[in-house]
């Protein structure tokens, strides 16, 4: 089973080095390239002012990023998100040079997680043509009409549809026959063709009459029937 996160970031401007900090971080699950609906989205108070041509990128002010938390306070649960998954980002030296910039602020040790760069996908697949998102939007006919600002989690939405074209279109993501060599080392841009598998199984959230419903079924159907074999594990 492959795990895989699209992630993306908004700041405060162009570079963590000149004193410029993450203000939005929005995720999105896939497993086997399929969204499953879980999502990680945070907005954090950089405790700097908002130059305004960010803030003509993304809407986000000053004053209504003053009561949000700080990096360090959601440091931890943002890792048990990730956990050791490879991540999915559009430009990624941008997002991962901030992120690593952030942790090494608090003395976190940064990220490794492999990584796939869209915008080196849609280079490969598509020579000379523009590869922002919003051209890639156009390229595939994504609609992105909701994106009249830039959103970490709006753009990793739609992230996730343009990546999913790059690979070949959505029945891409009913191909199961590529699933887990392992990376070669950490924090690498991996092949498209490298996938992980997904760090910890599902949890089975059923309640107890639904499990003595289906064991119901399950003994209707004969003797030892082959479901219940895998139920029991």
């Not at 989205?41 to 990128?57: I, K, S």
């Not at 360090?72 to 690593?100: C, P, R, W, Y």
């Not at 080196?120 to 156009?138: F, I, Y």
């Not at 949890?203 to 399950?218: F, T, V, Y």
């Amino acid at each position: 089973m492959t795990r895989e996160i699209v992630l993306d970031t908004e700041t405060t401007g162009l570079s963590p080095n000149e004193g410029d900090r993450v203000v939005e971080i929005g995720c999105l699950e896939l497993i086997n390239h399929i969204p499953t609906g879980i999502t990680y989205h945070t907005y954090l108070n950089p405790q700097r002012d908002m130059p305004e041509g960010a803030f003509r990128v993304h809407g986000l002010s000053e004053k209504f990023l003053s009561d949000k938390p700080l990096f360090a306070e959601i440091q931890k649960e943002f890792l048990i998100f990730l956990q050791s998954s490879t991540l999915v980002i559009h430009n990624a030296s941008f997002d991962m040079g901030f992120l690593n910039a952030e942790l090494t602020a608090i003395n976190a040790p940064v990220l490794k997680n492999p990584i796939i760069d869209t915008v080196q996908m849609a280079r490969q697949k598509h020579p000379g043509a523009r590869v922002g998102l919003d051209a890639l939007c156009k390229q595939y006919g994504i609609d992105n009409s909701r994106r009249t600002l830039h959103g970490a989690l709006l753009d990793s939405e739609i992230l996730a549809e343009v990546y999913l074209e790059l690979l070949g279109g959505r029945q891409s993501a009913l191909n199961l026959t590529n699933l887990a060599e392992e990376p070669k080392s950490e924090g690498q841009i991996m092949p498209i063709s490298e996938t992980r598998q997904r760090p910890l199984p599902l949890i089975l959230d059923l309640s107890k009459s639904d499990q003595q419903a289906h064991n119901e079924l399950l003994d209707s159907l004969g003797k030892e029937p082959l479901w219940k074999k895998y139920s029991q594990n």
